[in-house]
């Protein structure tokens, strides 16, 4: 079965800090995907960033950047310098098809950032 | 404005009734989906449909059914076998159906089951 295990309920940081929200995967499968999306307080998620199981390579995208690694099975995401603003609860997901045709769409329990002015 | 509407934010019901959430999308995507978001247990998939006319069962399909007569409505309807209703639902939408794809999220509607 696969799983997406986020250990962090809440985080709770000081502005301008960095933070890195943990996420670890479990699957029997060679190809899936690797999403984590934002979900602020207004309800709906927003989409941050996409993974495939062939693509190790880690990405910056300003102050966000995610670290990927097979070998631990892990999909990291680091916020340099926090703002107010990254308040929310982010959530990682993992994403593939069963052998039987079906797609599987599985989200982790969520891990609340709370970043303090 | 391209996105996901879900009406209304907030709706009660009382315990034995039946209760459609709708969803509507103009971003002219295929693949349409309901999740279900308890407190502590993230989001969990109710049913998808890759497009009109078919729907899937997701991880916790049981107690909900769901219809796709057109490409941008994909209303739930939670009824009264489902044994535990209160949670918070949210509507989403992919360009196309695959795992490949990232989902636009509607706001969610909160039910309440007195």
């Known amino acids: 079965a696969q799983k997406v295990t986020q250990a962090q309920t809440e985080i709770s940081v000081v502005e301008k800090e960095d933070v890195t929200l943990d996420c670890v995967y479990e699957t029997r499968d060679t190809t899936y995907y690797l999403f984590w999306y934002k979900q602020p307080p207004s309800g709906e998620l927003v989409f941050l960033i996409r993974?495939?199981?062939?693509?190790?390579q880690n990405e910056i995208s300003g102050r966000y950047s995610w670290n990927f690694q097979k070998s631990t099975s892990s999909f990291n995401f680091t916020i340099t310098a926090s703002q107010v603003v990254d308040s929310a609860v982010y959530f990682c997901?993992?994403?593939?098809?069963?052998?039987?045709?079906?797609?599987?769409?599985?989200f982790g329990t969520g891990t609340r950032l709370k970043v303090l002015a | 404005d391209g996105g996901i509407t879900q009406s209304p934010k907030y709706l009660f019901r009382k315990e034995g009734q039946n209760v459609t959430l709708s969803c509507e999308q103009n971003l002219n995507h295929d693949a349409m989906y309901w999740y279900r978001q308890d407190p502590g247990q993230g989001l969990r998939l109710i049913y998808y449909s890759q497009i009109v006319n078919d729907f899937q069962k997701g991880d916790i399909a049981e107690g909900y059914s769901v219809s796709r007569e057109k490409k941008e409505s994909f209303p739930l309807t939670v009824t009264s076998a489902q044994k535990n209703p209160t949670a918070f639902y949210l509507c989403a939408s992919s360009i196309g159906s695959g795992s490949f794809n990232e989902q636009f999220f509607g706001p969610g509607t909160r039910l309440t089951v007195l």
């Open positions: 997901a993992l994403t593939l098809i069963t052998t039987s045709g079906t797609y599987k769409y599985i």
């Open positions: 993974r495939n199981s062939f693509d190790e």
